[in-house]
């Protein structure tokens, strides 16, 4: 995982258009700094994340969560899983739970990966019990 510095970012907006990854990343990034919030952009593979800056434990669990995410993408395990579930829209909702306000993150997405809590902008990647 590594700071995406803030002239790279707009170059890739620039580069790769309005309407791309990276101008969204880039316009939450404003947006979020107009709001007096301290953030930052980082990448972890090919995402990219906005959020304050992590301390090293949650740095650390976004790394593991990424490479987990990673794997089983093309893994026979999840192919299997939506052979018996369906596809994503048929599947209900998975909960995850934020790993610095316990807040509940909704998910639709199949497979398991970090989401950003929207409530303190943390990582939730706990399944919720």
Known sequence: MH????????RLAVEHGPGSYHAVMLAELRERRAKDEQ?????????????????????????????ATRHMKGSKFIADLIAVLGEAEEVASICWVCSRCS???VSDDLIPAP???????????????
């Open 39 to 67: 953030v930052y952009c980082f990448q972890l593979g090919e995402v990219l994340v906005v959020s304050p800056m992590p301390t090293p434990e949650e740095e650390a669990q976004l790394e593991l969560a990424y490479q």
């Open 115 to 129: 989401a950003k809590c929207m409530l303190c902008g943390g990582i939730a990647f706990k399944k919720a019990g």
């Open 3 to 10: 700071l995406v510095p803030d002239e790279e970012l707009e």
């Open 103 to 105: 807040e509940m993150v």
